[in-house]
């Protein structure tokens, strides 16, 4: 398994992480989670592994569309389902790699440290 960026391929910051990327001659591969969709099993993986509410961008205008019913979310399986249903709710980029390290959102510094100590993995 490769490294694996998840996203929306439109998405400002998926832009400057697919240019940084490519610019650091780093291999990866990119899954669309609004094209391509995303399991629940997936998402409470991460969800264990980093906690739902890293997950869930609380910034964006999904965030700000849904009922204040819908945002008093309370639970990971409550989480999960949110996310399942609105897919741009969940922060850009998630990347996993093949050992199943995660990180999320774009920090140029992070990334650098990250992908290196991925590529130590393989």
């Given amino acids: 398994m ?5 996203g929306i391929k439109n998405c400002d910051t998926m832009k400057k992480t697919f240019a940084w990327m490519a610019e ?3 291999a990866y591969r990119f899954h669309d989670y609004r094209k391509d969709g995303l399991t629940s099993g997936k998402l409470h ?6 906690g ?13 569309k849904l009922s204040p019913e819908e945002q008093a979310i309370d639970t990971q ?9 609105n897919p741009s709710l969940i ?10 390290h995660l990180l999320v959102g774009f920090d140029p510094a992070l990334l650098s440290s990250f992908i290196k100590s991925a590529q130590g993995e393989a």
């Fill in 2 to 6: 490769e490294t694996v960026i998840y």
């Fill in 24 to 26: 650091h001659g780093a």
């Fill in 45 to 50: 993986d991460w969800s264990k592994a980093l």
């Fill in 52 to 64: 739902w509410k890293t997950l869930i961008n609380t910034r964006g205008t999904t965030w700000r």
């Fill in 77 to 85: 399986s409550a989480a999960v389902q949110l996310m399942l249903a």
């Fill in 91 to 100: 922060k850009r980029p998630v990347i996993e790699t093949a050992s199943g």
